[in-house]
């Protein structure tokens, strides 16, 4: 079985301050590890994922996230955020094989932009 | 590429009310498809997934069902509604290595 932590549930942050979401995990087994973003009201979007081989990983709106084996950690980072930003962030874990889509989410982390 | 269709997007219902949402998938065959629960101030729970027609494995017990008539086609359903199902619920469909989501039902029980 898996579990995810994510450490902060709201992060508070002014227009072009860097952020960091922290997530971190357990599992018996390799994972797969992924974060999503949801704005009020709607689905979730995927922002990034680590599958394997480089441990950093970067979304095209600025994102990256860096896979942490040794601390079970895959933290969310941004060097300057924008108001735009501001959502819930999902950390999560899969086991993969043929159970893409069966998810173990973290608690989320509100991120609010302030002007 | 994948498209989650869900409805409806709100949904008011009276305790003891039966329930049926419906989730529909396009761009992708034989996906595996999920049900999951966000209740508010809370994370994400996966309530149901489906890896093919007829196939459904229930991940907590409830007060909820699902179904999966067509391989696109997957049903959430209650006979009577419980204060407690009041939620965001969330279709996704796996399929190479991703999960994609629909849009949503929110459902308030009252």
């Known amino acids: 079985a898996q579990s995810v932590t994510q450490l902060d549930s709201q992060v508070p942050v002014f227009e072009e301050a860097p952020v960091e979401l922290r997530c971190n995990y357990s599992s018996s087994v390799s994972v797969y590890l992924f974060w999503y973003v949801q704005y009020p009201n709607q689905g979730l979007q995927l922002l990034l994922k680590y599958l394997s081989g480089s441990t950093l990983v970067e979304s095209i709106n600025g994102f990256e996230a860096e896979f942490n084996k040794s601390q079970t950690s895959f933290h969310l980072r941004k060097p300057s955020v924008h108001l735009s930003d501001t959502a819930e962030y999902f950390c999560a874990v899969n086991a993969g094989g043929t159970s893409y889509g069966k998810l173990t989410f973290g608690q989320g982390t509100i991120l609010t932009v302030h002007p | 590429s994948q498209t989650i269709h869900q409805w409806p997007a709100t949904l008011v219902q009276p305790v003891g009310s039966p329930l049926s949402l419906e989730c529909t998938v396009e761009g992708t065959s034989n996906p595996n498809l999920y049900w999951y629960r966000q209740a508010a101030g809370r994370g994400l729970q996966l309530l149901f997934y489906?890896?093919?027609?007829?196939?459904i494995s229930s991940e907590v017990p409830q007060n909820l069902s699902a179904s999966r008539p067509q391989d696109r086609q997957f049903i959430l359903s209650s006979k009577k509604l419980l204060l407690s199902d009041s939620g965001f619920y969330l279709c996704a469909a796996g399929r190479n290595t991703e999960a994609f989501f629909g849009q949503g039902t929110r459902l308030t029980v009252v």
């Open positions: 489906s890896v093919g027609i007829g196939q």
